[in-house]
C-alpha cells in the first residue's frame, strides 16, 4: 500500500549506457515531479507534470526524458548517462498544482561509473 | 534565480536541549514546507503553513511562518534521539506548476 512507490532502489551503470527509472502514486493526484538530490543533499526539480501534461522542465539536459502515460505514473528515461548524471532522483506527487506538500518515493540512487 | 537560505547546516546537541533552525529568503512563498529525511528515505512532510505569521505545533515542534511570508522557522522543545535526520524547508512559488525551491538542509543530530 506504498503511496509512492519507484524502481529501482538502486542503478550501477556504465557511462554511455541508457538507463529508466519508475515511478507510480496510488494517492489519486494530479500532479507528479522529478528531483535530484545532489551529494550535499541538496534538492532540486527537473520535471513536473500536471495531469499528464508537462508544466515544468528546469533546464535539464535533453539526454533526460520524462514520460507520464497517465496521471498515476511518471517514468525518466536518461540516455547516455555521464559520471555528473550520480545522483539519488526522487519521484513525488502532489494533489494538484496548489502544492500543500508533497509526498516522495524512497529514491532511487544511480551511480555511473 | 529564487534561494532560500537555511541554517545552520549541521547541528549536534544533547538530548533535551532546545534548537532552532532558519530559513530565509528575498522572496515571497505562497506556502513554506518542512520535511523530514531520514538515510536511504524520501523526505516526510512535516508541516505546511501558508499565512502569514502563523504558527503551527506538532507535539515538540513549534513551526512559523514569517509575516511577510519569506522566512519560517522549526523550533525543537527538549529534543531527542529520534529527532535525529535532515530537516528541509522548501518554498512554494505562486504560478511555477508546484515548484518547490528547498532549502541546503540541517543535519540534525542528537546524542543521548
Known amino acids: 500500500d506504498t503511496a509512492v512507490s519507484q524502481t529501482p532502489k538502486y542503478l550501477v551503470t556504465q557511462m554511455g549506457n541508457d538507463k529508466s527509472i519508475k515511478c507510480e502514486q496510488n494517492l489519486g493526484h494530479d500532479t507528479m515531479y522529478w528531483y535530484k538530490q545532489d551529494s550535499k543533499k541538496f534538492l532540486k526539480i527537473m520535471f513536473s507534470?500536471?495531469?499528464?501534461?508537462?508544466?515544468i522542465n528546469e533546464t535539464v539536459p535533453n539526454r533526460f526524458s520524462p514520460k507520464s502515460p497517465d496521471k498515476a505514473h511518471l517514468n525518466l528515461h536518461i540516455n547516455s548517462l555521464e559520471l555528473g548524471d550520480s545522483a539519488v532522483y526522487f519521484c513525488?506527487?502532489?494533489?494538484?498544482?496548489?502544492?500543500?506538500?508533497?509526498?516522495f518515493g524512497s529514491g532511487t540512487r544511480l551511480t555511473v561509473v | 534565480t529564487q534561494l532560500l537560505e537555511q541554517s545552520p547546516q549541521f547541528l549536534s546537541i544533547q538530548e533535551g536541549e532546545n534548537l532552532t533552525v532558519y530559513c530565509n529568503s528575498s522572496?515571497?512563498?505562497?506556502?513554506l514546507q518542512w520535511y523530514r529525511q531520514e538515510p536511504g528515505e524520501g523526505p516526510v512532510l512535516l508541516v505546511t503553513?501558508?499565512?502569514?505569521?502563523e504558527v503551527k505545533k506538532l507535539k515538540r515542534l513549534t513551526f512559523q511562518f514569517g509575516d511577510a511570508r519569506k522566512d519560517s522557522s522549526l523550533h525543537i522543545t527538549a529534543a531527542q534521539p529520534g529527532d535525529t535526520g535532515l530537516y528541509l524547508c522548501?518554498?512554494?512559488?505562486?504560478?511555477?506548476?508546484?515548484?518547490?525551491?528547498f532549502g541546503q538542509g540541517t543535519e540534525l543530530s542528537v546524542k543521548p
Open positions: 513525488a506527487s502532489s494533489q494538484d498544482l496548489r502544492n500543500y506538500g508533497y509526498t
Open positions: 503553513v501558508v499565512t502569514g505569521g
Open positions: 522572496s515571497v512563498f505562497s506556502s
Open positions: 522548501a518554498g512554494d512559488v505562486t504560478g511555477q506548476g508546484g515548484k518547490l525551491i
Open positions: 507534470y500536471n495531469n499528464k501534461e508537462l508544466i
